[in-house]
């Protein structure tokens, strides 16, 4: 309430010294050399890909098993989505398949570190470079995560994030991000989000209005130092789930990250088998207990994209599957039990 009471003293409520402050600590903390604070992490994507160059004619490789901001983006700048199954055990991009997906066309690739898990980058980046792609980290569900030693998002060409409000950084409304260690792309990106300008009234390409309110960002900086913290809670929750729901028949638990790698579990999403994943969410339901399923329907599935009849088979048997359970920093050991209890119970 300070931090909010402050912008509202100061009356600076766009572009103004929250916003520069917040890109400087969350560059430093990412470990990035340029952070572009946006309106959200879609128009993150979006400003990343036109930054890029990539447009009308253009195919961009992703993943169908996310959701649809990731393939509305690439549609959204005229360039066409690949989708590329996913794996079983990650529920990210299969990188055995996605090869055979590049064709002359292809000009960029867009990895999802899906429900907070991070994608193999540097597997993903030698293939990239080796066919000369671009590659936009989708870290919108992955604030903090780190493989191989550095932060997701931070390996690509460029990396976009999300503060909407149920991310592990959150803000109190829309809010998103852009990273990159190149300054042209930083340059552009920044240009796009301020109507294609360097400074006002000078407009030199067609851009759009997509900057952080100064109220989001004081926000932001209230909460960016307690991100580990709370990021570290999600993985003792996760150990905890683990536990308590190892050995029950029907249910897949998220696999193991490799050593040295860190999840953020922005979801704790469990496998459901044999058909029974729609019945053991209407039982917690009625015990008091949320859970959500992400996702419904593959991207492949959607009405947008129906009309090109693909088939992606592990994508699609995981929207059938997947559960994902009450997961937050501070949740409790007791919550945990009571949660796991009524699993247990339902899939006895």
Known sequence: MQAIEKVLDEAAFIMGSEVKRLEQELAEYLGTKHAITLNSGTDALVIALLAAGI??????????????????????????????????????????????AITPRTKAIIPV?????????????LLARRCGLIV????????????????????????????????????YGDGGLLVTDDPGLAEAA??????????????ERVGFNSRLDEIQAAILRVKLPYIETWNEGRR??????????????????????PSGD??????????????????????LAEAGISSYVYYPLPLHRLPVYVGHNLVFP???????????????????????EHIAGQVRRLMG
Not at 191 to 202: A, F
Request: proline content about 5%; hydrophobic content about 40%; overall charge negative.
């Open 190 to 203: 920044a240009m796009l989000r301020t109507h294609g300008s360097k400074r006002k009234y000078y407009n």
């Open 55 to 100: 447009g009308h004619g253009d195919e961009v490789i992703t993943t169908p098993f996310t959701f649809f901001a990731t393939a509305e983006a690439i549609s959204r700048v005229g360039a066409e989505p690949v989708f590329v199954d996913v794996d079983p055990l990650t529920y990210n991009l299969d990188l055995d398949s996605l090869e055979a």
């Open 136 to 171: 936009i980290e989708d870290t919108a569900q992955a604030f903090g995560a780190e493989t191989g030693g550095r932060k997701a998002g931070t390996i690509g060409d460029m990396g976009c994030y999300s503060f909407f409000p149920s991310k592990n950084l959150g803000a």
């Open 314 to 336: 592990l994508a699609e048997q995981l929207s059938q599957e997947v559960l994902s359970l009450p997961i937050w920093p501070q949740i409790s050991a007791e919550v945990q």
């Open 236 to 257: 003792q929750a996760a150990a905890r789930y683990r536990e308590l729901l190892q050995d029950i028949p029907g249910l897949v638990l998220p696999g193991e990250v």
């Open 113 to 125: 570190h899906l429900f907070g898990r991070p994608l193999d980058m540097e597997r993903l980046m």
């Open 262 to 283: 860190k999840q953020v579990f922005h979801q704790y999403t469990v496998r459901v088998l044999n058909g029974r994943r729609d019945a053991l969410q209407a039982g």
